[in-house]
């Protein structure tokens, strides 16, 4: 096959740079072509039938390349599998999940993986779409580091938070610490939070301190006034879980970030106590949280419930 390449219907794509410079396009029904020199047309075939599914992306880890995609599932995430082959050309080898199975890819769908390279070693990168169907403006990325040993690959644990020395390229997982705010630590006092009407407190035996407060109220809001330089929000989980909207904001009321819109169905698990929203790192100062109900939920939610577990300050 040579010149243009005719496409039909839905499809997903990466393209691929091998080390000799050569440049590919892979798709996801499990074909891989060959650019010509100059990347504006195919040059070849160069395999088919090498693993089909939607979100692929391909790439290579010391001596092997890893080919990987999600089900064709459309916005449903699902458990994602990978195939490994020595050369392009050569035999793909399937080897079935790289995530525990059931967790459905820590709820994601694979879309690329990154490669840093360092001084000390090469970190690999899975890159996911958490879509959230039924609100797809509230979707998100998942951003996990692999275990790669030879052929094999895997995400056994998720890891809601980690450091990438990117001059190393090595990474390590974080324990956060800071200030602990509970959410029935009411007031209008800093590191108090400040619930509007619509939000009721109850009692979630997974959650800290075995309480949280719950709204499903549109427009309904709680605050959080506190000193430092980052919050993280933590909330709960039930099957009714909808979609709430985060702000930061400094002590004069402007906003620092965009309302960021959480799907609890989506990003949080079957428990409580699990961070949903971490702001970006801002200098030492007085800031403001604001959590909105916004009426919006996942398609598989039951409702649009949105909880509140804790802050932890920094």
Known sequence: MQGTLSLTGADDFQVFQDTDGSQYLVRSEGKLYKFSADGLSIASTVKTGIQSGEGVSLYQAGS?????????????????????????????????????SGSKTWESQDTAVVTVAGTSGTTYIYVGDRWVNGHLPASTLVMQPFTVSGSTESISTYNPMWNLDVAAGTWSPVTPSGTIVNDNTTGTAPNQFTYSSGWTAGSCSTCYNGDSHSSSTTGAT???????????????????SGIMGV????????????????????????????????????????????????????????????????????
């Open 64 to 100: 092997t390349y890893f080919w990987q995609s999600s089900q064709g599932s459309y916005w449903h995430c699902n458990d994602n599998s990978y195939s490994t082959a020595t050369s392009l050309t050569g035999t793909w080898t399937s080897h079935g999940n790289f995530c525990p």
């Open 222 to 240: 709680a605050s959080i006034a506190f000193t430092g330089t980052r919050i993280l929000l933590y909330s709960a989980y039930d099957t009714s």
């Open 247 to 314: 702000t930061l904001s400094d002590s004069s009321g402007t906003a620092v970030t965009p309302e960021v819109q959480v799907s609890l169905r989506s990003d949080a698990p079957a428990t409580g106590n699990y961070l949903v929203y971490a702001s970006p790192i801002v200098p030492g100062g007085s800031y403001v949280l604001k959590v909105r109900v916004t009426g919006l939920k996942d398609l598989y939610s039951s409702g649009t419930t949105c909880n509140i577990d804790r802050v932890l300050i920094q």
